[in-house]
Nanobody, 124 residues
Framework: QVQLVESGGGLVQAGGSLRLSCAASIRTFSYAAMGWFRQAPGKERDFVAG????????NYADSVKGRFTISRDNAKNTVYLQMNSLKPEDTAIYYC?????????????????WGQGTQVTVSS
C-alpha cells in the first residue's frame, strides 16, 4: 500500500524559508513522477511543482518560479520542496502526490496517491 507522509510545514514570517519533505513508501519510487500541490481555504487544490521519476525534469507554477525548488532523493524515497522568499499568499495546506508514471505532469488527475497534507502559514 502506497503511503506519502509530508513534514516540515509551520509558521514563518514573510521573506522566510521552509523545507517540506515527503517520504514515500513506493517500491518503484524512482519510476514515479512526484508533485507538490497546495490548497488555500475556499480555493481549488493547485499545482505548485513537479519532478520526473529520474529527477531530470522539473516544472513550477508561475507564482512560485524562482522562489521554490523541488528535488528528490531516490535512494531515500523522498521528495523535497525548498520554499524561499515566502509570501502571505503562499499560506495553504501543501500536499505531496505521486503519479503512476515517470513522466512529469502538472495535471492533478494524473496523480494517483496523495499525502495527508502539511500546513504552511506565512505571516505578514
Amino acid at each position: 500500500q502506497v503511503q506519502l507522509v509530508e513534514s516540515g510545514g509551520g509558521l514563518v514570517q514573510a521573506g522566510g524559508s521552509l523545507r517540506l519533505s515527503c517520504a514515500a513508501s513506493i517500491r518503484t519510487f524512482s519510476y514515479a513522477a512526484m508533485g507538490w500541490f497546495r490548497q488555500a481555504p475556499g480555493k481549488e487544490r493547485d499545482f505548485v511543482a513537479g519532478i520526473s521519476g529520474s529527477g531530470g525534469s522539473t516544472n513550477y507554477a508561475d507564482s512560485v518560479k524562482g522562489r521554490f525548488t523541488i528535488s528528490r532523493d531516490n535512494a531515500k524515497n523522498t521528495v523535497y520542496l525548498q520554499m524561499n522568499s515566502l509570501k502571505p499568499e503562499d499560506t495553504a495546506i501543501y500536499y505531496c502526490a505521486a503519479s503512476r508514471g515517470s513522466v512529469l505532469t502538472t495535471i492533478r488527475q494524473n496523480y494517483a496517491y496523495w499525502g495527508q497534507g502539511t500546513q504552511v502559514t506565512v505571516s505578514s
